[in-house]
């Protein structure tokens, strides 16, 4: 996923901090946080052939709460996580498990260059949602801001002019996924603790897997060489959004955006070397106009809110 949020671990929101600017740390962090998108991404890969996505997101989710409950036992704030809200947290992990397959089975599918650029346009979507589900205001900039990235979605979502394929709807259809993740995300930390939001995330998208993976009774177990993309795919979900979270609490958003968004070229290049995937000019240029939305949007969010 994208950044432009702190709290909660979802994209979206742009976090504003009055602490002194770290940016050699908040730097590091991010460098960090795009190793472990790319790991994610290549591991996602090489289970698709063995693996279904359901699969891949039920052992995701039982490595992710095993972290979550170790680390929430080991900090002492286990007693922050509450039953409360729990339709809420149900339709946020319903959408975010909706988002997450659908990115899984995109990442098999098409170019890492393409994905990276369809996640890129989920501030612009949370932005023109926001005034409906968050009583935030539309601004001329916030949809001057959309109306750019929309424009680079089209780039992006057709580089040769030859039609959409399935993984490109796929990774459409993720964006959206991921949107209304990050606006249910917004109200729950409005009320909720940060740990009582991923103890449920994890726990609740680990029953949706074990429920859409074993329906049929044709549940696969991962055979022992393929653990370590297991293990990959489960650690690199939740490391990449720390050290998002941990980079917007070093540097101001307009310093770690484009940060970010630095991952989207070294995907490319990862693909062209590992899966001879070929680079799409206007898939780049797509992403670019993309990241001038959103640079766009997020300069004028964080002017105009006071510290």
């Not at 600017?21 to 063995?50: C, D, K, N, Q």
């Not at 699969?55 to 900090?75: C, D, P, Q």
């Not at 922050?80 to 995109?106: C, E």
């Not at 979502?157 to 030859?162: K, T």
Request: charged fraction near 10%.
């Amino acid at each position: 996923m994208p950044l432009l949020r702190a709290a909660g671990n979802e994209p979206g929101v742009i976090a504003v901090t009055d602490a002194p600017s770290r940016p050699i740390a908040a730097l590091a962090f991010m460098m960090a946080a795009t190793l472990s998108f790319m790991l994610m991404a290549v591991a996602g890969r090489e289970l698709a052939a063995r693996l279904d996505t359901f699969e891949i997101m039920t052992y995701r989710s039982a490595i992710g709460f095993a972290i979550v409950l170790a680390v929430a036992r080991w900090r002492g704030i286990l007693h922050d996580v509450k039953a409360r809200r729990m339709g809420l947290h149900a339709l946020r992990n319903a959408t975010h498990f909706f988002g997450q397959n659908l990115w899984l089975y995109a990442v098999a599918l098409i170019p890492f260059s393409q994905l990276f650029a369809f996640e890129f346009s989920v501030p612009l979507w949370v932005a023109l949602a926001a005034p409906f589900f968050l009583n935030e205001r539309l601004t001329r900039t916030r949809m001057a801001a959309a109306l750019i990235g929309f424009v680079g979605i089209i780039l992006v979502a057709r580089p040769d002019m030859s039609g959409l394929s399935a993984g490109v709807i796929a990774a459409a259809l993720c964006a959206f996924g991921f949107t209304a993740t990050s606006i249910t995300t917004k109200l729950l930390t409005r009320t909720e603790a940060t740990v009582s939001i991923m103890f449920w995330l994890t726990l609740m998208q680990l029953c949706f897997g074990l429920i859409t993976a074993g329906y049929d009774l044709d549940f696969t177990l991962p055979a022992l060489e393929d653990m370590h993309w297991v293990a990959a795919v489960g650690i690199c979900g939740l490391s990449a959004h720390f050290c998002i979270t941990s980079a917007l609490a070093l540097a101001p958003a307009t310093v770690v955006a484009p940060l970010d968004f630095a991952r989207l070229p070294i995907a490319a290049v990862v693909g062209m070397i590992f899966y001879d995937e070929a680079l799409a000019p206007l898939v780049l240029v797509g992403a670019a106009v993309i990241f001038a939305a959103n640079f766009v949007n997020i300069r004028a969010e964080t002017r105009a809110t006071p510290p």
